[in-house]
């Protein structure tokens, strides 16, 4: 490709130095024309003021030793013209460089002249081709009495342009040699850039790059220097949500501001952030290029999380099923001792204390919480807080008909702010948890509230922000998921997720979901619980 470039440019180099001659050429010549008429011209009108010349015409004949003649040759020898000729009104000469024709008629048209005009031209005479011009010759009245026509050859004329002509080619030439070495530095470069690959092989890189591009499974967006879009393949318009019109625009702009777009720009540093896009869990990653812009690769890991989720609800139901093995465990083993010591009486009252708490625990939560899966959540969630030594209570002010419109996501936000609240007090004193879900109208309001260190009033809103954590990261995946997702959801149906101090200390999250239920039917039921329904208490204090 080198060579094929370098013969281009010299080609394109010569052909505008050919032009460019020619184009300098041909105005040169018309110039060369011009300056010669107008002299011939001077020249003439230099003769035609001399004060005797028209009285000599007057006053004497034609005649090769005339005055007119001798007049004539004093200003054609001066002025290196190459006929200097006076005529009569006539148009009869009376002065020519070859005496033979004095007394003849001028072989070009004199009317002009004679008329009082005076004319510049390029014509062919008796001595050939020439450049002209032509006064008339007035006498002391005024009057033309005839005129003078003064004539330069026109191979003086060609003389000069042909001289001119070696120094043009010469300017050509060097611009040529320069245009040729610029060439060269030129494809040096390009064959440097291009690593020598042919126009076929690089129109074939970029078929590849396009296939490669659109075929792969992670989105590819590519930057300018100045933070503009300026390539998208076809899974980074699914993954951001975004089309063709964003190609060009600010990531700002393409995006809007949010954790995304400054994972693109390079604001966040790091390898494998976590990011999220709408409903959308993306891991990004970015990488500099040599001409200051970037390119960030996305992969959609919400499938992922997903399976994290599940694995993690399997795991607090594997929790949950060891701490009921483990509290049945020592309730059988106390039910046995009673038995040997012969307590029968009490060893009954002991069973039926338990088996009722455990009725009185799952009873108080379906009377104040309708919907079953919220309900089998939060009765799972007992077990393991009891387990962790957090009592989990559900507030008197708790009323929840079941008729929640998208049960599923109101238990991805219960399960994780519970979550969040169980390992925010694990480990210290007098811990609990509370939870408070009620209706208002269409309204879902949430609120979980703790007895740890709660939320510094400066890092409120970062903790909604993807990958912020203040927990070690779990082996199976990151953590700095949960939050950001409660507030999408909110934010999806209207609503919001904010979180305050809790009275007593520790922190409070409060959810509002607009439009959280459906219209209650023709038999709706009453939403008001069992009259002196008090808080289902569970962990330390039912293991007491």
Same mark, same amino acid.
């Given at each position: ?6 013969? =281009? ?10 032009? @460019?001659?020619? $184009? ?12 010669? =008429? ?19 015409? %007057?006053? %004497? ?12 040759? +004093? ?44 004319? =510049? ?27 003078? !026509? ?36 030129? #494809? ?78 390079? %604001? ?29 690769? $996305? ?9 994290? +989720?599940?694995?993690?609800? /399997? ?16 309730? =059988?083993? /106390?039910? $046995?001792?009673?038995?040997? $010591? ?18 009185? /625990? ?30 989990? @209570?559900? #507030? ?15 238990? %991805? ?55 912020? !954590?203040?927990?070690?990261?779990? @082996? ?19 609503? #919001? ?5 809790? +009275? ?5 999250? /409060? ?12 038999? @709706? ?20």
């Amino acid at each position: 490709m080198f060579s094929q470039v370098l013969l =281009m440019q010299v080609a394109v180099a010569a052909g505008v130095a050919v032009l @460019a001659t020619g $184009l300098f050429l041909a105005p040169l010549s018309d110039q060369l024309d011009d300056q010669a =008429m107008r002299r011939a011209l001077a020249i003439a009108q230099t003769a035609a003021a001399q004060p005797r010349l028209a009285e000599e015409l %007057t006053a %004497t004949g034609p005649s090769a030793d005339g005055p007119v003649q001798a007049a004539a040759e +004093r200003v054609r020898r001066a002025s290196g013209a190459e006929y200097v000729v006076v005529m009569d009104g006539r148009g009869v000469r009376w002065s020519h460089t070859n005496p033979a024709e004095i007394g003849r008629r001028v072989s070009t048209d004199p009317r002009q002249a004679l008329a009082g005009r005076e004319v =510049m031209q390029i014509d062919d005479g008796t001595l050939g081709r020439s450049a002209r011009g032509k006064v008339p010759l007035r006498d002391a009245d005024g009057s033309v009495v005839g005129a003078v !026509s003064v004539g330069i050859a026109y191979d003086s004329v060609r003389a000069r342009l042909v001289h001119a002509i070696p120094g043009l080619l010469a300017y050509a030439g060097g611009a040529l040699a320069v245009g040729a070495l610029a060439a060269y530095l030129i #494809s040096r470069r390009l064959h440097r850039q291009t690593r020598d690959l042919a126009f076929s092989d690089i129109a074939g890189l970029l078929a590849e790059r396009e296939a490669v591009l659109h075929g792969i499974r992670e989105g590819v967006v590519a930057l300018d220097r100045e933070g503009r879009i300026r390539l998208l393949n076809d899974e980074a318009r699914r993954l951001l949500g975004i089309g063709d019109e964003a190609v060009g625009q600010p990531l700002d702009a393409a995006l809007g501001t949010g954790r995304t777009a400054d994972v693109l720009a390079g %604001t966040v540093g790091g390898t494998d952030l976590l990011t999220v896009r709408g409903q959308r869990v993306l891991v990004a990653n970015r990488m500099p290029t040599e001409d200051g812009g970037a390119v960030a690769t $996305l992969r959609d890991r919400t499938e992922l999380e997903q399976l994290g +989720r599940e694995l993690d609800s /399997t795991r607090g139901l594997i929790d949950a099923l060891r701490a009921q093995d483990h509290e049945h465990a020592n309730r =059988m083993h /106390t039910l $046995l001792g009673l038995l040997e $010591l012969e307590m029968f009486d009490e060893a009954t009252e002991f069973v039926g204390e338990v088996v009722g708490d455990h009725r009185a /625990t799952a009873e108080q939560v379906t009377e104040k919480i309708h919907d079953p899966l919220l309900a089998a959540l939060l009765v799972g969630k007992a077990t393991v807080a009891a387990e962790r030594g957090v009592a989990l @209570a559900v #507030s008197d002010g708790t009323l929840l008909p079941d008729r929640l419109v998208d049960a599923r996501g109101l238990v %991805t936000v219960v399960g994780n702010l519970v979550d969040n609240a169980l390992d925010a007090v694990a480990g210290t004193a007098h811990a609990r948890v509370e939870v408070e879900l009620r209706a208002e109208g269409r309204t879902a309001v949430l609120r979980v509230r703790d007895t740890g260190p709660g939320v510094p009033a400066g890092q409120r809103e970062v903790v909604f922000t993807d990958g912020w !954590s203040t927990k070690e990261p779990s @082996a199976h995946r990151p953590r700095g998921i949960g939050l950001p997702l409660v507030r999408r959801l909110a934010e999806r149906q209207g609503g #919001s997720a904010r979180v305050t101090d809790a +009275r007593g200390g520790g922190a409070q999250f /409060t959810v509002v979901l607009p439009e959280a239920l459906a219209e209650p039917g023709p038999a @709706a039921e009453p939403e008001h619980g069992p009259t002196g329904a008090g808080a289902v208490t569970t962990g330390e204090e039912e293991s007491r």
